[in-house]
């Protein structure tokens, strides 16, 4: 356990950094599993709630952004301070930005012109679900200051690459079928990319994890790497 | 990484009976700054005394250990205190100039160490040491009025002046700022990156950014012991004792 700082109301402000961290990670999680909800049940007032809720998570990341100023400007903080600081204002970055993908999901499924096919519907919410998980494992990680999950969440990544490139064949190979699926499966595969994109936030959030724990960069190479070439074949 | 200027080993220190400092080993590299920090009281004075020897003149004070410059034993028998003392100079946290004119408080070190005797000389040494110390633009027109009459800030340069006025190789700085305001604090950090060039400095501060601004190496010191010495960078980035991250975070209780 850390120590107290020995002014009270330098731990406090690092401990609202730390539950405004969280709270915005908790509603980053419901915007997800939300937005992957309305996407299964094509429920388009659902999904005009979801993009309604973004602004939450906006004026979460302003609040830390403020906050973290203040630190800096006031103490100084130093060492291991220092890198709590810092990756509170990336990480929180990297928050917004999943929200903003997740609240892109329920602006396709708002739109009730489009049609999305069935059977690629489901395995994109599976890989929506899996992405929730890591989402899950990298906050655990950072409740826990513990680098080993946050490695963990960092590693998970390979397997959306993976489920991204299998629905990136199945929906190519649904437009080559039936060319009126094409504006359909193109929504589709951009939600596809959106939850994608998550999972690569999620990375990031972990290496920050892992900065502050350890005060190293996570070098770290992912296993596999889409192959754009096999796809292209 | 430059060559070793100062070599401390196990450096013990008693004021009568009571140890000041145990066990200290410690290399400072020559034309760079080296920091020391730690909370009052856990010996960083006492450590910057041995490296010119001041301790010798607090009568209940003894020093074992081993202290070299150059790889010469400064405690050796046939040291000259008075020669070790012109060259490493010290600077302390009151500016302290003597109560005589600007000229004569740089004048004076020269005068008596037989370094200059004539006035051409004289006018020479005061000149050069007032611009090395940043301070011969605001005094030029004042020279021969008190060096009391100065800021606190022109009388800390004018200290800085006054060491190295007698040519020293070393300048030892015990919390030169702590009675200077920012902008004086500035100036004298901003002299210190001139003066590395070509002095090896060592200084005791308690502001910590002033340690991670200035120097390139930090000691930290606790209760006495040299708890932990590395890159300033890594001191206070991602030092690697736990004492030590307490301290500079403002943990310690
Ligand atoms: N002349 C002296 N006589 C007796 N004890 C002394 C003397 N000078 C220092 N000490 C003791 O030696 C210990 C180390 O003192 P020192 O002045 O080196 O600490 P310091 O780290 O420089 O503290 P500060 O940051 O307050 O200047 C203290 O316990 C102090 O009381
Ligand atoms: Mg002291």
Redesign the interface.
């Known amino acids: 356990m ?6 009270s109301a ?1 731990d406090a402000q690092l401990e609202l950094v730390n539950s405004n961290l969280i709270k915005m990670g908790g509603l980053v999680e419901d915007q997800l599993r939300n937005s992957l909800q309305s996407l299964s049940n094509k429920d388009t007032s659902f999904a005009e709630q979801i993009i309604f809720d973004d602004h939450k998570i906006n004026a979460l990341e302003k609040e830390i952004d403020a906050l973290t100023y203040k630190i800096i400007a006031m ?9 709590v600081v810092l990756s509170a204002l990336s990480i929180s970055n990297d928050l917004e930005r999943m929200g903003d993908h997740a609240t892109n999901i329920a602006k396709r499924v708002a739109n009730v012109k489009i049609n999305l096919p069935d059977a690629p519907t489901i395995e994109i919410v599976k890989m929506g679900e899996d992405v929730q998980f890591m989402i899950k494992q990298v906050l655990d990680s950072f409740v826990k200051k513990s680098d080993k999950l946050a490695i963990k969440a960092w590693d998970s990544d390979v397997n959306i690459d993976d489920s991204y490139l299998n629905i990136y064949r199945e929906l190519l190979e649904t437009m080559a079928g039936n060319p009126d699926t094409i504006t359909g499966c193109s929504h589709l595969l951009s939600i596809a990319k959106n939850i994608e994109r998550i999972g690569d936030y999620v990375q990031n959030i972990a290496e920050d994890i892992h900065f502050i724990v350890t ?2 960069a996570l070098e770290r190479k992912s296993e596999k790497r889409i192959n754009w070439e096999e796809i292209n074949q | 990484m430059n060559k070793i200027k100062i070599s401390a080993k196990n450096i013990d220190v008693f004021y009568g009976d009571k140890q000041a400092l145990f066990d200290v080993s410690m290399d400072m590299y020559e034309k760079e700054v080296t920091a020391l920090i730690g909370p009052s009281g856990c010996g960083k004075s006492t450590f910057l005394r041995c490296i010119n020897r001041m301790n010798d003149v607090i009568d209940i004070c003894s020093v074992k250990g081993n202290v070299s410059i150059d790889g010469h034993d400064i405690y050796d028998k046939s040291i000259r205190v008075e020669s070790l003392r012109e060259s490493v100079g010290m600077v302390f946290q009151k500016p302290n100039p003597f109560p005589k004119s600007i000229y004569e408080n740089i004048a004076y070190g020269p005068r008596i160490h037989g370094i200059a005797n004539s006035k051409t000389d004289l006018d020479e040494i005061v000149e050069t040491s007032l611009q090395k110390a940043a301070l011969f633009d605001e005094v030029k027109d004042r020279l021969h009025q008190p060096g009391t009459g100065l800021s606190g800030g022109q009388q800390q340069r004018l200290c800085i002046a006054r060491a190295i006025s007698v040519n020293p190789e070393i300048i030892l700085m015990d919390e030169p700022c702590s009675a200077l305001d920012p902008i004086a604090t500035a100036k004298i950090e901003d002299l210190m990156s001139e003066l590395k060039k070509e002095f090896t400095i060592i200084i005791v501060t308690h502001s910590m950014q002033q340690a991670a601004r200035v120097s390139k190496n930090t000691g930290f010191f606790h209760l006495g012991k040299l708890i932990e010495v590395d890159s300033t960078d890594t001191i206070f980035s991602n030092p690697g004792n736990q004492k030590t991250q307490d301290y500079i975070t403002g943990r310690f209780g």
């Open positions: 850390m120590k107290d700082h020995i002014v330098y103490r100084q903080p130093l060492a291991n301070d220092l890198r005060g190293q």
